[in-house]
């Protein structure tokens, strides 16, 4: 399991080959507000290492769907797969009991996986207004062309 470094990311000047919208950075702007009402994050487990929100944090190499979390646990996962995230944040929210988790989805409110899995299990935020995710350079992205949500697990904690 990593642990947070702070310092800049290295990805400046041309866009990487590897960067997708599934690489959007949450601003810290928006993580101070989440901390400020329910305190640090203990692990983020759905990060790069220069976006890591919290002391602890595994990569897309250390694969978060197969670690276990613990504590405060903040997850921005990919928009393009959120269902195995969820699936995942279900499983650990009722198998750990010190495990709790606050993750921005896309407010996709009509898909099967968020009727089926996020209604019944978590606690609901609706976010007014858009997200300016970051970008590869840390800079806001253009115009969000969706909204996002957060849900809160296990349902009742929040």
């Not at 959007?24 to 994050?41: C, K, M, N, V």
């Not at 988790?101 to 978590?122: C, G, R, S």
Request: proline share 10%; charged share 25%.
């Amino acid at each position: 399991m990593g642990r947070l470094q702070l310092k800049p990311s290295p990805h400046f000047g041309e866009k990487p080959s590897w960067w997708s919208t599934d690489e959007w950075e949450t601003p810290d702007s928006f993580i101070q507000a989440l901390e400020a009402r329910y305190g640090p994050f203990d692990l983020d487990p759905c990060c790069r290492e220069e976006t890591a929100k919290a002391e602890y944090f595994y990569t897309r190499e250390e694969n978060g769907l197969i670690q276990p979390w613990h504590g405060l646990v903040w997850v921005n996962p990919p928009y393009s797969q959120p269902r195995c995230w969820v699936e995942k944040a279900i499983h650990e929210a009722q198998h750990e009991p010190s495990c709790r988790v606050i993750m921005l989805l896309p407010a996709a409110i009509d898909t099967t996986w968020f009727h089926d899995l996020v209604l019944p299990n978590a606690d609901l935020e609706f976010i007014r207004g858009r997200i300016r995710f970051l970008g590869w350079q840390r800079t806001p992205i253009g115009s969000p062309t969706a909204g996002s949500i957060l849900a809160f697990f296990p349902k009742g904690w929040k």
